[in-house]
C-alpha cells in the first residue's frame, strides 16, 4: 500500500520523480472562492529552486509551476487544485554506477528491499526534487490561513551555529544560506566552499516560527498540532530530527524553569516564556508555534564510501552527477510549506468541530 497523500480536511498528493518528465501536487479541500493564480505560487518556488548560488547543486530548473485544475477566472471552485512543473534538466546518464550499487546513507537499499525494483535516476521519490512539489501545495495552503506569518531559517550549518544576539529577519532573504545571522552566513561560505571541493556534504538545522495561530488550533491524542507538524516535517526527505519548542532541551530543565508562566492580558492569558513552542495538549495556545529540524548531510557525494551491489558484492561507490553539498540550505521554503499545510488543515478541522 501506498502513502503518497498527507492531512485531513486539506488533503495534498505528492507525485513525480526526480527525473521523469514533470511532478506536481494535488490538493483536495481546498475553501472555495480563494484568490489564486501562478503568481501566488511561483515566488515560494523561486525561493527553493535549485542553481541559484555556488552552494547549492548545479542543477538548471526552472520550477515553473502551471495550474491545470481546481481554479475558475482566478478563485479556487472547492474541486481538487491540480499543480505541475516539468523537469527540464535531467541527466540520468549520470546514476549508471547507482543502478548496480546502493548508495550509504540514501535509499536505494530500502527501497529494492521494499518493492525489489526502483528508480534510481537521481532517487525517484526519495529525491529532494520531491519536495519542489510540496513549496507548491504550500503556497496555495498560505491562502487558507492569512492570518499567520510562517517564516524559516537555516540555524547551524555543519555543526556551526548562528548567534541568537546577532539575529536579523531581514538577513534571511539577503544571502543564499536562509541565515539570519551575516557573521555565521558569511563563515558558512568558507564551510560549504570546503566541502564541496572535498567531495563531501554537510548537514543543517532549520528553525520555523508561525505566528498569528490563535489558541484552539489542533486536538488532544491523536491529532494533536505538534505531532501533525512532527509528521510533516520529518516526511521531508533528508530530515532525521523534529523538535517543538525546546524539544530535547526540556528534558534538562525542571518543571519551574519549563513552565510557561502566565499573566492576566488585555485579550487573554499573557505567557512569559515559550518552552511548549506554542502548542500544550496538542492544542495551539496563541503564542508562536516553534519547530526546529534537523537534516542529514547529502547521501551523494564523491568521496568513496563501502557498498554492495544488487548483487551482494562488495564494491565503492562514487556518486556522479550534481548534488547540493548542503541540502539543508534549501530546506527552509519546504519547512515553510509543511508548516503552512498543517496549520490550514488544522484550521479547517477546527471550523469542522467548533464552528
Not at 85 to 111: F, L
Not at 319 to 338: F, L, N, Q, S, Y
Request: proline share 6%; with cysteine.
Amino acid at each position: 500500500m501506498s502513502f503518497n497523500t498527507f492531512g485531513r480536511v486539506l488533503r495534498f498528493t505528492t507525485w513525480g520523480e526526480s527525473h521523469g518528465p514533470a511532478l506536481g501536487a494535488v490538493l483536495d479541500g481546498c475553501p472555495p472562492g480563494l484568490a489564486l493564480g501562478e503568481g501566488d505560487i511561483q515566488p515560494y518556488l523561486d525561493r527553493r529552486r535549485p542553481g541559484t548560488s555556488r552552494f547549492t547543486t548545479q542543477r538548471q530548473e526552472p520550477d515553473a509551476v502551471r495550474i491545470l485544475s481546481g481554479v475558475f477566472e482566478g478563485r479556487t471552485t472547492g474541486t481538487p487544485i491540480s499543480l505541475m512543473i516539468e523537469n527540464v534538466d535531467q541527466r540520468s546518464k549520470d546514476y549508471s554506477d547507482v543502478a548496480r550499487a546502493y548508495r550509504p546513507g540514501h535509499a536505494d537499499y530500502a527501497y529494492d528491499a521494499k518493492y525489489g525494483f526502483r528508480d534510481y535516476r537521481g532517487g525517484g521519490r526519495s529525491s529532494a526534487r520531491e519536495t519542489a512539489a510540496r513549496v507548491a501545495a504550500g503556497a496555495v495552503a498560505r491562502l487558507v490561513i492569512p492570518e499567520v506569518r510562517i517564516r524559516a531559517w537555516v540555524s547551524a550549518v555543519g555543526g556551526d551555529a548562528i548567534d541568537p544576539a546577532n539575529f536579523d529577519a531581514d538577513q534571511i532573504d539577503a544571502n543564499p544560506f536562509f541565515c539570519p545571522d551575516a557573521a555565521a552566513a558569511a563563515r558558512w561560505e568558507g564551510l560549504i566552499d570546503a566541502a564541496r571541493k572535498r567531495g563531501s556534504s554537510l548537514g543543517a538545522v532549520i528553525e520555523c516560527e508561525a505566528t498569528g495561530v490563535p489558541a484552539g488550533w489542533g486536538a488532544p491524542l491523536y491529532a494533536k498540532l505538534d505531532s501533525e507538524l512532527a509528521a510533516a516535517c520529518m516526511s521531508i526527505n533528508a530530515v532525521k530530527g523534529v523538535e517543538i519548542g525546546d524539544g530535547f532541551g526540556a528534558a534538562l530543565l525542571s518543571g519551574e524553569q519549563n513552565a510557561d508562566p502566565m499573566r492576566p492580558g488585555k485579550d487573554g492569558p499573557e505567557f512569559r516564556a515559550n518552552h511548549a513552542g506554542g502548542i500544550a495538549g496538542g492544542i495551539s495556545t496563541g503564542q508562536p508555534v516553534r519547530v526546529r529540524v534537523a537534516f542529514k548531510p547529502t547521501s551523494s557525494i564523491l568521496i568513496p564510501v563501502e557498498t554492495v551491489t544488487r548483487e551482494g558484492e562488495a564494491t565503492d561507490i562514487i556518486t556522479k552527477g550534481r548534488h547540493d553539498p548542503c541540502v539543508g540550505i534549501r530546506g527552509a521554503p519546504v519547512v515553510e510549506a509543511m508548516v503552512a499545510l498543517v496549520l490550514a488543515d488544522q484550521k479547517l478541522l477546527h471550523r469542522a468541530q467548533c464552528g
